[in-house]
């Protein structure tokens, strides 16, 4: 169903963007494969990305076949009505309630695709197209273009370019429209709640998978429908672990947990973490590392501006930690040689940032012209530095064995600066050490 706060025109603006690049030509979006892994138990479905960006559609088994300047332009293929499944599955559009609701040109049942499709893309130059992303649509797509290429007869005319349609969808996802950052944001506050409640509700002798339902039921409480990737709920040695995702094990006095999630609004989601001692008390030793991280964290936080170069902030990130890593005695020389032999690596074996919307990673090129790019207001990323030492290193001072931390925020760039879309959630020591206390 369309949620109601979702006014169609969105999508349709979107459209009318994608229209100027792909002049011409036609996009065809399939929704992926619905999962059923036995019979007759579905599994949660989430739309295509790129599909509920351009139509806000969520069923599955839809197209969209996109022509612009062609009539009929917005073309949706849906699930047809079908009122025995409708008894079991619940309701469906079909055909005509998709395009009453959804204000596409004209709609079909998905039966119908294998006859309708090629004479949609005989008028077009070229087909923006992702190959192997459904490999049953695929069949389908390949066989319209070539029913397609028999139909121009005797022009001699071969097979419809196809074009990778992401380039095309990748900068327009990475430029954020207003409506995408009010989103955006509104999914990075629920997110932030999340982590608020978890720091009230962590003491030694909870498990994580019970820190992990504190998120879901935070989530979906501010009516969140899911979370925006597997949550990642680490204890003690567990949080030296990048992805960790077990969230089985009792969170012990003395240890830190790391909590790395987020959740959506509208397919954008938040993608927070946070780091805290299990007992609300940073010790010395938890106290100097983890602020090794949040100093780090800032400093790059304040170089972020329009203007700056994407790569930098790794640069930047890579020279700071570098110094933590000799400052807390787990590497020895100079910041150069430690940065040179790549030695910072085995502390520090991540990037910085990534595009963060519709989804975690978002889509989005991050060269322009084979060089790394400058950013833009409207672009949204996260800044996420880390610091990891394993409980098994001895070469790292005891003190600091079994600790990982990793800050993570999410930004977005404005005319002047930018914003950081989740500073509710604490990570000062003593604001994080005020909100575990009560
Ligand atoms: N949660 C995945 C990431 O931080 O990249
Ligand atoms: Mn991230
Ligand atoms: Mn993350």
Redesign the pocket.
């Known amino acids: 169903m369309r949620k109601p706060d979702l006014d169609i025109k969105i999508f349709a603006d979107r459209r009318r963007k994608i229209a100027e690049k792909i002049k011409g030509g036609a996009m065809v979006i399939p929704a992926h494969p619905a999962l059923i892994r036995n019979h007759d138990v579905h599994y949660e479905y989430r739309q295509d990305t790129n599909l509920f960006y351009l139509t806000g559609y969520e069923e599955p088994g839809s197209v969209l076949v996109y022509r612009p300047g062609q009539n009929p332009e917005t073309v949706m293929f849906v699930l047809p009505k079908d009122p025995l499944r409708e008894t079991w599955d619940g309701f469906r559009y079909g055909p005509e309630g998709a395009k009453a609701e959804f204000g596409f040109d004209k709609t079909y049942s998905i039966n119908e695709m294998d006859s309708v499709l090629p004479d949609l893309l005989m008028p077009v130059d070229r087909v923006y197209y992702r190959l192997y992303q459904n490999s049953d649509f695929d069949k389908t797509f390949a066989k319209a273009l070539d029913v397609a290429r028999e139909k121009l007869g005797r022009s001699g005319l071969g097979l419809k370019p196809v074009v990778d349609p992401f380039e095309v969808l990748g900068e327009m996802r990475l430029m954020k429209s207003p409506k995408d950052i009010e989103w955006q944001k509104k999914a990075c506050e629920i997110s932030a709640e999340g982590h608020i409640a978890v720091m009230k509700f962590t003491k030694p002798g909870v498990n994580e998978r019970q820190v992990e339902a504190v998120l879901r039921h935070t989530f979906m409480m501010h009516q969140s429908p899911r979370m925006g990737y597997n949550a990642i709920v680490a204890s003690g040695n567990g949080s030296t672990t990048l992805h960790y995702n077990f969230n089985d094990q009792e969170c012990r006095d003395g240890e830190f947990l790391l909590v790395?999630a987020g959740t959506e609004w509208n397919y954008f989601t938040g993608?927070i973490?946070r780091t805290f001692p299990v007992n609300g008390k940073f010790s010395e030793s938890q106290k100097k590392f983890y602020n090794c991280v949040l100093f780090a964290q800032k400093e790059i936080l304040n170089m972020i501006k329009p203007g700056l170069v994407f790569k930098n902030l790794q640069t930047a990130t890579i020279k700071i930690l570098t110094q933590a890593m000799l400052e807390l005695g787990l590497l020895k020389g100079s910041v150069e040689d430690a940065i040179e032999s790549m030695a910072f690596k085995k502390y520090y074996p991540h990037g910085v940032s990534h595009w963060l919307g519709m989804d975690v990673h978002d889509l989005g090129p991050y060269t322009l012209n084979g060089e790394s790019r400058a950013l833009e207001p409207g672009m949204i990323f996260?800044v996420?530095p880390g610091l990891y030492v394993p409980s098994n290193d001895e070469s790292a001072p005891a003190e600091f064995r079994g600790m990982g931390v990793r800050i993570?925020d999410n930004i977005v760039v404005t005319e002047t600066g930018h914003f950081n879309m989740t500073l509710k959630a604490p990570k000062e020591t003593s604001d994080i050490e005020a909100v575990m206390r009560n």
């Open positions: 790395d993608d973490t996260t996420e993570e």
